[in-house]
């Protein structure tokens, strides 16, 4: 079968003179976000999965309602199916004051869940106040203590986002009023469609629109003496040029491991190439760690991850599960001075299918932040000593369920080839 095509990639850009802080759990990012909403003067724009219903979610909303009552220019997109639940709440929360909220790919009629681009959802987590503050990871607008599936728990799942100030904010907020914009021309087309008709300038307005819909512009190159601490390079993974911007990040930096690598990701079934990267990282002396999930939210994530074990294990990467609370972070430390923090997972819908956005940071100061933020998550994880999908026949038939179930949900989103 024919390899699936990866499509052109953007490399990543590093800028250096930004200012980035890491923000452990909604718990220091909503209210750091409110604060930076609270100053807001001209503009904010905010995309996310999950914008929920619940009493941290409204305070980040009543943030941004008296952001737009004081005149501040407001958008907010939601994914349709992550935010389908909490859409008439936050109409009333946000709509109400004269936030432009808008919804990406809604499911507001049966119909549209026959259509195969409803599998490819808007996941990123994006924040930006001014052009100046900006704001990424994997966290959703939700309690951290609650999960829309199985209730509300005592410990706080554990999640990452950064601030982060300086020239990569621009990239950031090219990409959350683009998906603004694409959200708005996919509910609003035909409106959009007639106004470009009756336009006096349809070609100039075509070209404006175009702009807008750009996910991320490209920084101009620079000289590598300029690029100050901190360095950091804003990528994400769409349908268009950035199809596997975020992987190719990964595979390289990985390619390039010298001493430790550490990567923390809920959801792991990564492609051939990926784990390949990794196999030959741990052959070559490099100490390898994942954490992934112990406490399963999905049994079938859970399951994609597990029958990858023993070709991990016998690798000799070692593999630990996180047991206190739902884990949702998608961060990685590499060596002494490279990390990422973001939304995309490692698995086919996010390296293949979804709207993803990662901050890549080369600072030693922010790595050796994260690296203790995650080694403390080590040490209330187990170590997966052996595959707990057993040996033999049977193991063989849990990894080939699997696999068959990847390609064929990868087909119906019309995606083909080997992944």
Not at 191 to 196: G, P, S
Not at 378 to 397: K, Q
């Amino acid at each position: 079968m024919a390899a699936l095509r990866s499509g052109p990639s953007v490399p990543a850009q590093l800028t250096g003179g930004n200012q980035v802080q890491l923000l452990a759990g909604g718990a220091e990012l909503f209210p750091a976000m409110c604060a930076a909403i609270a100053s807001a003067r001209h503009r904010v724009w905010l995309a996310t999965y999950i914008f929920h219903d619940d009493a941290a979610a409204e305070s980040v909303a009543q943030a941004l309602a008296d952001a737009a009552r004081r005149g501040v220019q407001v958008g907010v997109v939601v994914d349709g199916f992550g935010s389908k639940a909490a859409l008439p709440m936050l109409r009333h929360w946000l709509g109400d004051a004269g936030v432009q909220l808008v919804v990406f790919r809604p499911l507001d009629r049966w119909w549209r869940l026959l259509h195969p681009g409803q599998l490819r959802r808007l996941h990123q987590k994006l924040c930006v106040v001014d052009g100046t503050h900006g704001f990424v990871g994997g966290i959703n607008l939700i309690d951290d203590r609650h999960d829309m599936n199985h209730g509300w728990s005592d410990r706080p799942r554990l999640d990452f986002a950064v601030a982060v100030q300086g020239p990569v904010v621009a990239q950031m907020a090219q990409t959350a009023r683009a998906m603004h914009t694409r959200a708005r021309l996919g509910a609003d087309w035909k409106d959009e469609a007639l106004q470009l008709a009756r336009s006096a300038e349809p070609v100039a307005r075509v070209r404006r629109i175009m702009a807008r819909l750009k996910m991320r512009q490209q920084a101009a190159p620079v000289a590598a003496a300029s690029l100050a601490p901190v360095r950091a390079a804003f990528l994400v993974r769409d349908n268009l040029r950035q199809r596997r911007a975020i992987e190719q990040a990964y595979i390289e930096a990985i390619g390039q491991a010298q001493q430790r690598l550490v990567l923390v990701c809920p959801y792991f079934y990564p492609g051939r190439l990926f784990r390949r990267a990794l196999r030959q990282a741990a052959r070559r002396g490099v100490q390898v760690r994942l954490l992934l999930q112990g406490k399963a939210d999905y049994r079938m994530a859970a399951l994609a991850a597990q029958v990858l074990y023993d070709e991990m294990l016998a690798s000799g990467v070692r593999v630990f599960e996180y047991m206190p609370a739902f884990l949702h972070a998608k961060v990685a430390v590499i060596d002494d001075d490279w990390a990422t923090v973001g939304s995309s997972n490692i698995d086919p819908l996010s390296l293949l299918l979804n709207l993803e956005a990662n901050l890549i940071v080369r600072d030693g100061a922010f790595a050796a932040g994260l690296a203790q933020q995650v080694e403390a998550a080590f040490g209330e994880a187990r170590e997966v000593l052996r595959p707990p999908v057993g040996a033999g026949w049977l193991a063989a038939l849990r990894r080939g369920f699997v696999a068959w179930a990847a390609h064929w949900f990868l087909r119906l989103a019309g995606l083909n080839g080997r992944y």
